[in-house]
């Protein structure tokens, strides 16, 4: 209800009258708002852009594989400085405080998942080369995104030196907080090779769990984070939920000794 812009897509002007008088209500703020129960907060007038039908599927592959990109470049950055001994942390921040690159979707982590991402960067990737165009840099961002749970599988065994056996707490399932969706979730790609490692896993996630219990019948799933943790080898936050970022570290490492 509170969009950035609005893209319409048309052919003729008929059809860009009819789309602007749809679409009128929300840049007049003239709706009933099921989010916001106590009315709508105050927002700019979004701005209505009308393109060609072809620009405007191109303006949405564009914009998520530009999202796919940071994401990938984030994962990248994190191992380099896991190479040299810096603080990804550091860098990060240090580089979402300047204007022109900020701090939305550039966070290291198991990669991204969910429908929109894979599916629209895959796409682009497709049109582009239909097109003639040299693709090799989102491919790239494809490549890294696949690789971030061997990687973690990987750093699993030099911290444990097998994982054979081994009690590995996955903390998120969804493929991003606030949602039960587990479409492409990284998380459920890490369970399943961690499986293939014969650890046994205990997770928890506040939303996802029903969807998840059927795809891992030998997976325990818990009712919380701690319960999650107890006796674990190992702890993997899968998720960035924020109850994951409120939770009493001194007491997670207590149930995992």
Request: charge should be negative; proline fraction near 5%; charged fraction near 25%.
């Amino acid at each position: 209800m509170h969009p950035d812009r609005i893209v319409v897509e048309v052919d003729d002007k008929l059809a860009e009258q009819r789309l602007r008088e749809v679409y009128a209500p929300l840049g007049a703020g003239h709706f009933s708002c099921p989010i916001h129960s106590n009315g709508c907060p105050k927002t700019s007038v979004p701005p209505l852009m009308v393109t060609r039908v072809n620009s405007a599927e191109l303006i949405k592959h564009a914009c998520n594989s530009f999202l796919a990109l940071k994401i990938s470049y984030a994962n990248l950055i994190a191992e380099i400085c896991e190479g040299l001994g810096a603080d990804v942390d550091e860098v990060i921040k240090a580089m979402a405080l300047d204007p022109r690159i900020g701090q939305d979707f550039l966070g290291p982590g198991l990669g991204f998942g969910g429908f929109c991402l894979p599916k629209d960067l895959q796409a682009f990737i497709r049109v582009g080369e239909k097109a003639g165009v040299n693709m090799s840099l989102l491919r790239d961002v494809e490549a890294i995104n696949r690789e971030q749970v061997e990687r973690i599988v990987e750093r699993g065994r030099r911290a444990l030196w097998v994982l054979n056996g081994k009690r590995i707490a996955i903390l998120g399932l969804a493929f991003k907080p606030v949602t039960d969706d587990i479409r492409f979730a990284p998380s459920l790609q890490l369970i399943k090779r961690l499986l293939e490692e014969s650890a046994y896993i205990q997770a928890y996630d506040p939303k996802a769990m029903a969807k998840s219990k059927s795809l891992f019948p030998e997976v325990r799933f818990c009712d919380s984070a701690l319960l999650a943790a107890e006796r674990a080898d190992a702890l993997v936050i899968a998720t960035e939920w924020e109850e994951f970022r409120r939770l009493d570290w001194e007491s997670v490492r207590h149930v995992m000794d």
